[in-house]
């Protein structure tokens, strides 16, 4: 089966650090995501990681440990605009496809 | 603006009415993928077509269908429409597998069913 897991709502303090965590069991793995969503728009593209270890990128870190089927991403110095939801995937590696498999997705609220 | 163009953005029918929803990929992009997502879920996997050819089936109902067409858009027909099936639909597209950058998304068509 596949299952991916996230916290369902987040809260946090403007300018402090925030982690969120994703689990996952897949049948295949290609990589794990991460994308952000404001409500009503599209997800956009935050993280991407293949190998085990930390991709900073900015404000923006992502950490994946593929045994443990666990990644997280951490947001630096919080801003208002960082509050949305947040997005674990999953890239399916199976047959002929290379779809993403989505979590349902952290809501974080920044506040000031 | 992503590349990638959805229309209409917004779609109200009623219950029993069929729509089809319009995706135009990124240029350069063979695969395009059209997810779901509902209140308060996450999104759902429903079709992915490579080159015009489809590559992989998720949760899609049978009164779902998609197609690619030659020159790469592709379109979601939804009929018998139900109440559930209002949400948010996505489509999707990358090169080939993504690469590490996934996919672009566009903005998405609102349907409605009332």
């Known amino acids: 089966g596949q299952n991916i897991d996230q916290p369902t709502e987040m809260t946090a303090t403007e300018g402090a650090i925030v982690q969120i965590n994703c689990t996952y069991q897949?049948?295949?793995?290609?990589?794990l995501f991460w994308y952000q969503q404001h409500a009503g728009e599209a997800p956009t593209f935050l993280s991407y990681n293949v190998l085990d270890g930390l991709e900073e990128k900015g404000r923006f870190s992502s950490f994946l440990s593929r045994s443990k089927g666990y990644s997280y991403l951490l947001l630096k110095e919080l801003q208002m605009k960082d509050s949305a939801s947040y997005l674990c995937a999953v890239r399916d590696r199976g047959g002929a496809t290379n779809k993403l498999i989505f979590g349902t997705g952290t809501l974080l609220a920044v506040q000031p | 603006d992503s590349g990638v163009t959805q229309t209409p953005k917004h779609l109200i029918t009623a219950t029993g009415q069929r729509v089809t929803l319009r995706c135009s990929p990124r240029s350069g992009d063979l695969s395009v993928y059209w997810y779901q997502q509902s209140l308060d879920q996450g999104l759902q996997f429903l079709i992915q077509y490579y080159n015009g050819e489809e590559r992989a089936k998720g949760n899609i109902l049978e009164r779902f269908s998609a197609q690619q067409f030659p020159d790469l858009h592709s379109e979601l027909n939804l009929s018998s429409l139900e109440l559930g099936d209002s949400a948010l639909y996505f489509c999707?597209?990358?090169?080939?597998?993504?690469?590490?950058?996934?996919?672009?998304f566009g903005s998405g068509t609102r349907l409605t069913v009332v």
């Open positions: 897949t049948s295949g793995f290609n990589g």
């Open positions: 999707a597209s990358s090169v080939g597998g993504g690469g590490p950058h996934g996919y672009t």
